[in-house]
């Protein structure tokens, strides 16, 4: 594909419940971003990847919040003990170089997480 | 503490005549700055972008206007079509970072 690809693209879950929100960012794009954007709201900047590292995790509301990109591609977001203030849509985001403020970010369709 | 504030929620313009979108912010560390479109159900896509070098940056019917003293900056768009109804944000962000600060976004309608 050519685009950022999410999955789910909508997501309920009770208060309570763990859930796991996936990435596939840009074919070899090195960073990879995760924004959260609340109704009304812009997006808000959770965490950062460079290849497999995370960078930049400052964020994350809590320590429920967790992400993972293992090999450096493919990532996922996962919050547990969902609260209803975790509800919001989740958007990923990929660019080709090292994180640097001029390289343009590319955005998935993003997760709509509803928690009831 | 909001660092990019776009004032107006929301605006509508006739087909063919000119859209401005408004922004502002208040951290002078901001060096570069960009526009996204957002349709529902969409992620944000990158529309044009400008650096604190320049005052303005055009792109086919899309120009971004920059002016540091007063930490503005404008969209123009000319002429509007009915196909650029969507929620536009601002982004802005400073060298030795990656990360974007958003606006709360401005909706744009194009009547035909």
């Known amino acids: 594909g050519a685009g950022v690809s999410q999955s789910p693209r909508y997501k309920v879950a009770k208060r309570g419940q763990d859930v796991a929100l996936r990435c596939d960012p840009i074919?070899?794009?090195?960073?990879l971003f995760w924004y959260q954007q609340a109704l009304g709201q812009g997006p808000e900047f959770l965490t950062y990847?460079?290849?497999?590292?995370?960078?930049?995790k400052s964020g994350l509301p809590s320590d429920r919040f967790f992400a993972e990109r293992p090999e450096g591609s493919v990532s996922t977001l996962k919050i547990q003990r969902t609260q209803q203030e975790d509800s919001a849509v989740y958007l990923c985001?990929?660019?080709?170089?090292?994180?640097?403020?001029?390289?343009?970010?590319?955005f998935g369709p993003g997760t709509r997480l509803t928690v009831l | 503490d909001q660092q990019v504030k776009q004032n107006s929620p929301s605006l509508s313009v006739q087909e063919g005549r000119i859209s401005i979108l408004n922004c502002d912010y208040t951290?002078?560390?901001?060096?570069?700055f960009l526009w996204y479109k957002k349709y529902p159900a969409e992620g944000p896509t990158f529309l044009i972008s400008i650096s604190s070098i320049k005052d303005k940056n055009e792109d086919g019917r899309f120009t971004v206007f920059l002016n540091k003293s007063a930490k503005h900056l404008s969209l123009h768009i000319v002429p509007s079509q009915p196909g650029d109804s969507a929620v536009y944000f601002c982004a802005a962000t400073f060298s030795g970072t990656y990360k974007y600060i958003f606006g709360t976004g401005t909706r744009l309608k194009v009547l035909a």
């Open positions: 985001a990929s660019s080709l170089a090292w994180g640097v403020s001029t390289d343009t970010q590319y």
């Open positions: 951290n002078s560390m901001f060096d570069y």
């Open positions: 990847f460079q290849n497999e590292a995370q960078l930049d």
């Open positions: 074919s070899g794009h090195v960073s």
